[in-house]
């Protein structure tokens, strides 16, 4: 993602969100450190030899400076050395709320088609998952109140024993 341009160059408005911002800073430290400071320090990925630009698009020295990093957090997609080895792998997530997604009902059979729309691909998961979620409840439930029942006990009270008024 380093080599693509951004839309904009928002040094040349630095001064004026400066002024916008005023005392509200982001940084407590601001006034004790140096802005020539580098906060971060990297090889770049690409040789630049023209250096008549104020600013280079292919090495974000913007961020460098503790100001600029401060005032342009949303630049923060430039530290990423190598993007491609740090990518994770894609989960992908089934929509259940599709409207024409049609549930097994109590007998839990999937309806047969062999258009994906209107199977139970989605919501026959989602159906499956609550019916455990609701027996796993119900048993802990049950021995919340077993438990219950036996600590609270009057004493004198076992198992049997009812107390009649």
Do not use: H
């Not at 280079?56 to 530290?79: K, R």
């Not at 990423?80 to 990518?87: D, L």
């Not at 709320?97 to 047969?112: D, E």
């Amino acid at each position: 993602t380093s080599f693509f341009l951004q839309p904009y160059n928002k040094s040349l408005y630095k001064d004026f969100f400066n002024f916008l911002m005023g005392e509200l800073s982001f940084n407590p430290f601001k006034k004790s450190l140096d802005e020539s400071l580098f906060l971060f320090l990297w090889k770049p990925r690409k040789k630049i030899t023209n250096t008549d630009y104020t600013s280079f698009f292919f090495n974000p020295l913007n961020l460098s400076f503790l100001d600029s990093f401060f005032y342009y957090s949303d630049n923060l997609w430039s530290l990423a050395n190598k993007v491609v080895s740090s990518r994770r792998k894609k989960i992908y997530v089934t929509k259940c709320s599709n409207r024409a997604a049609v549930t097994a009902g109590w007998t839990f059979i999937t309806p047969f088609s062999s258009n994906m729309k209107y199977s139970g691909f989605g919501a026959q998961d989602v159906l499956l998952v609550a019916v455990v979620l609701a027996g796993i409840s119900t048993t802990i439930s049950f021995t919340n109140l077993l438990i219950t029942r036996r600590t609270l006990v009057a004493p004198g009270l076992r198992n049997r024993r009812v107390l009649i008024p």
